[in-house]
Protein backbone atom coordinates (compact mmCIF):
# COMPACT_ATOMS: atom_id res chain seq x y z
CA UNK A 1 0.00 0.00 0.00
CA UNK A 2 2.69 2.32 1.51
CA UNK A 3 4.49 1.60 -2.55
CA UNK A 4 1.36 2.18 -4.68
CA UNK A 5 1.23 5.61 -2.72
CA UNK A 6 5.10 6.39 -3.09
CA UNK A 7 4.14 5.60 -6.62
CA UNK A 8 1.15 7.57 -6.71
CA UNK A 9 2.83 10.45 -5.49
CA UNK A 10 5.37 10.08 -8.23
CA UNK A 11 3.01 10.40 -11.00
CA UNK A 12 1.42 13.45 -9.19
CA UNK A 13 3.98 15.46 -9.46
CA UNK A 14 5.72 14.43 -12.92
CA UNK A 15 2.21 15.55 -14.02
CA UNK A 16 2.30 18.95 -11.89
CA UNK A 17 5.86 19.40 -13.78
CA UNK A 18 4.88 18.81 -17.56
CA UNK A 19 1.66 21.05 -16.85
CA UNK A 20 4.02 24.17 -14.72
CA UNK A 21 6.29 23.75 -17.95
CA UNK A 22 3.64 24.08 -20.56
CA UNK A 23 1.96 27.04 -18.50
CA UNK A 24 5.76 28.45 -18.60
CA UNK A 25 6.63 28.11 -22.18
CA UNK A 26 2.91 28.85 -23.59
CA UNK A 27 2.79 32.07 -25.29
CA UNK A 28 0.98 34.49 -23.18
CA UNK A 29 -1.88 36.33 -24.39
CA UNK A 30 -2.47 39.72 -25.46
CA UNK A 31 -4.82 41.10 -22.44
CA UNK A 32 -3.95 44.80 -22.20
CA UNK A 33 -4.58 45.91 -25.16
CA UNK A 34 -7.82 46.80 -27.13
CA UNK A 35 -9.72 45.01 -29.42
CA UNK A 36 -8.47 47.23 -32.66
CA UNK A 37 -5.02 47.60 -30.88
CA UNK A 38 -3.56 46.27 -34.98
CA UNK A 39 -5.83 49.39 -36.55
CA UNK A 40 -4.65 52.06 -34.42
CA UNK A 41 -1.09 50.88 -34.14
CA UNK A 42 -0.93 50.98 -38.25
CA UNK A 43 -2.84 54.20 -38.66
CA UNK A 44 -0.89 56.09 -35.96
CA UNK A 45 2.87 54.77 -35.66
CA UNK A 46 4.60 55.00 -38.37
CA UNK A 47 7.75 53.01 -36.44
CA UNK A 48 5.09 49.48 -35.99
CA UNK A 49 4.01 50.38 -39.53
CA UNK A 50 7.28 49.72 -40.90
CA UNK A 51 8.43 46.53 -38.65
CA UNK A 52 7.79 43.48 -41.09
CA UNK A 53 5.06 40.88 -39.65
CA UNK A 54 7.56 39.62 -36.98
CA UNK A 55 8.74 42.53 -35.70
CA UNK A 56 5.32 44.24 -35.39
CA UNK A 57 4.02 40.86 -33.47
CA UNK A 58 7.05 41.62 -31.36
CA UNK A 59 6.30 45.32 -30.59
CA UNK A 60 2.51 43.96 -29.78
CA UNK A 61 3.89 42.04 -26.97
CA UNK A 62 6.44 44.86 -25.74
CA UNK A 63 3.80 47.11 -25.53
CA UNK A 64 0.87 44.82 -24.24
CA UNK A 65 4.39 44.36 -21.29
CA UNK A 66 4.16 47.67 -20.83
CA UNK A 67 0.51 48.58 -19.62
CA UNK A 68 0.77 45.52 -17.61
CA UNK A 69 3.72 47.20 -15.60
CA UNK A 70 2.92 50.30 -15.44
CA UNK A 71 -0.47 52.58 -14.31
CA UNK A 72 -1.81 55.14 -16.89
CA UNK A 73 -4.10 57.64 -15.09
CA UNK A 74 -6.06 60.44 -16.88
CA UNK A 75 -5.86 63.53 -14.20
CA UNK A 76 -9.19 65.29 -14.89
CA UNK A 77 -8.78 63.82 -18.49
CA UNK A 78 -9.84 60.09 -19.62
CA UNK A 79 -7.22 57.73 -20.51
CA UNK A 80 -8.70 56.49 -23.65
CA UNK A 81 -7.66 53.24 -25.33
CA UNK A 82 -5.63 55.66 -28.08
CA UNK A 83 -4.24 57.45 -25.40
CA UNK A 84 -3.16 54.03 -23.98
CA UNK A 85 -1.68 52.63 -26.81
CA UNK A 86 0.48 55.96 -27.61
CA UNK A 87 2.19 56.49 -24.46
CA UNK A 88 2.74 52.43 -24.76
CA UNK A 89 4.24 52.90 -27.71
CA UNK A 90 6.40 55.92 -26.98
CA UNK A 91 8.08 53.63 -24.34
CA UNK A 92 8.83 50.92 -26.18
CA UNK A 93 10.00 52.86 -29.62
CA UNK A 94 13.31 53.84 -27.88
CA UNK A 95 14.15 50.28 -26.38
CA UNK A 96 12.76 48.28 -29.25
CA UNK A 97 16.02 46.44 -29.88
CA UNK A 98 17.58 46.27 -26.30
CA UNK A 99 16.58 42.78 -24.50
CA UNK A 100 14.73 42.62 -21.52
CA UNK A 101 14.08 46.35 -21.01
CA UNK A 102 12.26 47.37 -17.69
CA UNK A 103 11.49 50.99 -16.87
CA UNK A 104 11.79 50.27 -13.16
CA UNK A 105 11.82 53.66 -12.38
CA UNK A 106 8.41 54.43 -13.42
CA UNK A 107 5.28 53.21 -11.72
CA UNK A 108 2.38 55.23 -13.33
CA UNK A 109 2.10 57.70 -16.23
CA UNK A 110 -0.39 60.41 -15.33
CA UNK A 111 -2.47 62.14 -18.37
CA UNK A 112 -3.40 65.06 -18.20
CA UNK A 113 -5.87 67.32 -20.89
CA UNK A 114 -3.30 70.40 -21.22
CA UNK A 115 -0.14 72.06 -20.65
CA UNK A 116 0.80 72.56 -16.31
CA UNK A 117 3.12 74.40 -14.63
CA UNK A 118 6.32 72.98 -12.25
CA UNK A 119 4.05 72.68 -9.43
CA UNK A 120 1.91 70.36 -11.72
CA UNK A 121 -0.91 73.10 -11.66
CA UNK A 122 -3.40 72.80 -14.56
CA UNK A 123 -4.61 76.19 -14.23
CA UNK A 124 -3.60 79.65 -14.40
CA UNK A 125 -1.25 81.55 -17.13
CA UNK A 126 1.91 79.85 -16.68
CA UNK A 127 1.15 76.75 -18.06
CA UNK A 128 4.11 75.69 -20.48
CA UNK A 129 5.21 72.26 -19.76
CA UNK A 130 3.84 69.57 -22.13
CA UNK A 131 5.04 66.62 -20.17
CA UNK A 132 7.93 66.23 -17.40
CA UNK A 133 9.46 63.00 -15.78
CA UNK A 134 8.31 63.07 -12.28
CA UNK A 135 10.57 63.74 -9.11
CA UNK A 136 9.89 63.60 -5.18
CA UNK A 137 6.92 62.74 -4.24
CA UNK A 138 6.38 61.84 -8.07
CA UNK A 139 9.62 60.14 -8.06
CA UNK A 140 8.13 56.68 -10.25
CA UNK A 141 5.37 59.17 -11.95
CA UNK A 142 5.52 60.47 -15.10
CA UNK A 143 3.18 63.78 -16.39
CA UNK A 144 1.81 63.55 -20.09
CA UNK A 145 -0.84 65.81 -21.93
CA UNK A 146 -3.52 64.06 -23.93
CA UNK A 147 -3.26 66.65 -26.57
CA UNK A 148 0.44 66.68 -27.42
CA UNK A 149 0.89 63.01 -26.63
CA UNK A 150 -1.70 62.58 -29.97
CA UNK A 151 -0.68 65.60 -31.65
CA UNK A 152 3.59 63.97 -31.63
CA UNK A 153 1.76 60.25 -33.30
CA UNK A 154 -0.93 62.33 -35.63
CA UNK A 155 1.39 65.00 -37.10
CA UNK A 156 4.58 62.75 -38.00
CA UNK A 157 5.66 65.46 -40.27
CA UNK A 158 8.25 66.76 -37.57
CA UNK A 159 10.69 66.33 -35.14
CA UNK A 160 8.54 66.61 -32.32
CA UNK A 161 6.98 63.92 -30.31
CA UNK A 162 6.76 64.85 -26.47
CA UNK A 163 6.20 61.16 -25.37
CA UNK A 164 9.14 59.98 -26.63
CA UNK A 165 11.34 62.77 -25.42
CA UNK A 166 9.81 61.84 -21.64
CA UNK A 167 11.25 58.54 -22.21
CA UNK A 168 13.95 59.16 -23.42
CA UNK A 169 14.83 61.60 -20.05
CA UNK A 170 13.48 58.12 -18.47
CA UNK A 171 16.45 55.72 -20.15
CA UNK A 172 19.20 58.90 -18.55
CA UNK A 173 18.04 58.81 -15.72
CA UNK A 174 18.35 55.39 -15.27
CA UNK A 175 21.87 54.94 -14.33
CA UNK A 176 21.03 57.73 -11.46
CA UNK A 177 22.03 60.85 -13.21
CA UNK A 178 20.02 62.83 -16.03
CA UNK A 179 22.88 64.29 -18.27
CA UNK A 180 22.42 63.31 -21.68
CA UNK A 181 24.60 60.40 -21.15
CA UNK A 182 22.40 57.34 -21.38
CA UNK A 183 25.73 54.94 -19.86
CA UNK A 184 23.07 52.00 -18.66
CA UNK A 185 22.88 51.38 -22.66
CA UNK A 186 26.08 53.63 -24.30
CA UNK A 187 29.48 51.23 -23.74
CA UNK A 188 31.87 53.13 -21.88
CA UNK A 189 34.62 53.45 -24.99
CA UNK A 190 31.93 55.83 -26.75
CA UNK A 191 30.77 58.11 -23.31
CA UNK A 192 33.75 61.14 -24.54
CA UNK A 193 32.53 61.13 -28.12
CA UNK A 194 29.32 61.74 -27.40
CA UNK A 195 30.18 64.12 -25.03
CA UNK A 196 31.83 65.90 -27.30
CA UNK A 197 29.35 65.36 -30.24
CA UNK A 198 26.80 66.91 -27.57
CA UNK A 199 28.73 70.03 -27.05
CA UNK A 200 29.99 70.94 -30.59
CA UNK A 201 26.13 70.12 -31.53
CA UNK A 202 24.78 72.64 -28.74
CA UNK A 203 26.76 74.83 -29.26
CA UNK A 204 25.55 74.71 -33.22
CA UNK A 205 22.03 75.55 -32.40
CA UNK A 206 22.92 78.49 -30.10
CA UNK A 207 24.83 79.82 -33.03
CA UNK A 208 22.25 79.55 -35.50
CA UNK A 209 24.26 76.89 -37.52
CA UNK A 210 21.52 73.89 -36.71
CA UNK A 211 18.38 72.48 -37.74
CA UNK A 212 17.78 70.71 -34.55
CA UNK A 213 15.54 72.22 -31.67
CA UNK A 214 16.91 75.29 -29.86
CA UNK A 215 15.37 73.66 -26.96
CA UNK A 216 18.18 71.07 -27.55
CA UNK A 217 20.94 73.66 -26.49
CA UNK A 218 19.25 74.13 -23.17
CA UNK A 219 21.59 71.51 -21.38
CA UNK A 220 22.74 67.88 -22.41
CA UNK A 221 19.95 65.94 -20.92
CA UNK A 222 17.71 67.82 -23.21
CA UNK A 223 19.50 68.00 -25.93
CA UNK A 224 19.68 64.14 -25.71
CA UNK A 225 15.76 64.29 -25.37
CA UNK A 226 15.15 66.54 -28.28
CA UNK A 227 18.47 64.70 -30.62
CA UNK A 228 16.43 61.60 -29.66
CA UNK A 229 13.25 62.90 -30.94
CA UNK A 230 14.52 63.57 -34.19
CA UNK A 231 16.31 60.51 -34.34
CA UNK A 232 13.10 58.66 -34.05
CA UNK A 233 10.88 60.79 -36.41
CA UNK A 234 13.18 62.07 -39.48
CA UNK A 235 15.92 59.51 -39.09
CA UNK A 236 16.72 59.62 -43.09
CA UNK A 237 16.98 63.33 -42.14
CA UNK A 238 18.91 63.48 -38.99
CA UNK A 239 21.53 60.92 -41.20
CA UNK A 240 21.78 63.87 -43.97
CA UNK A 241 22.14 66.53 -41.86
CA UNK A 242 24.16 65.00 -39.18
CA UNK A 243 25.57 62.17 -39.88
CA UNK A 244 28.18 61.93 -36.87
CA UNK A 245 25.32 62.57 -34.04
CA UNK A 246 23.13 59.99 -36.43
CA UNK A 247 25.49 56.88 -36.38
CA UNK A 248 25.95 56.94 -32.69
CA UNK A 249 22.37 57.63 -31.66
CA UNK A 250 22.52 54.18 -33.89
CA UNK A 251 25.39 52.60 -31.41
CA UNK A 252 23.19 53.85 -28.36
CA UNK A 253 19.81 52.87 -29.64
CA UNK A 254 21.08 49.77 -31.43
CA UNK A 255 19.39 50.22 -34.15
CA UNK A 256 20.67 49.54 -37.71
CA UNK A 257 20.43 46.26 -39.06
CA UNK A 258 19.36 44.55 -35.57
CA UNK A 259 15.81 46.20 -36.60
CA UNK A 260 13.10 44.28 -38.48
CA UNK A 261 11.75 46.52 -40.74
CA UNK A 262 10.38 44.81 -44.37
CA UNK A 263 13.27 46.78 -45.97
CA UNK A 264 15.91 44.15 -44.77
Known amino acids: MVLVLQILLVLFL ?44 HFEQRIDQFLSAVKITGVNAEAEDLDRIFIAAAA ?26 EEFDQHGADRNIAGMVGTGALQYAMVLTKWQVRQGFINNNDTHKTAI ?12 TMDGVPEIILERKYIDQWKQLMYTSMQQIKNGQSDIDRYGSTNTAEFFAVISEYFFMQPGQLQS ?24
Not at 28 to 43: F, G, I, S, T, V
Not at 169 to 174: C, Q
Not at 241 to 264: A, E, S, W
Request: hydrophobic share 40%; aromatic share 12%; no cysteine.
Open 92 to 117: IIPVYTIQDWQYINLHEVLLYPGAFN
Open 14 to 57: IILIVLIAFRIRRPKPLHQLPDNYKELLNDYVTFYRELNESGKE
Open 241 to 264: NHPDVFHMLQRIYRTGKNIQHNTL
Open 165 to 176: HEFVHLIDKMDG
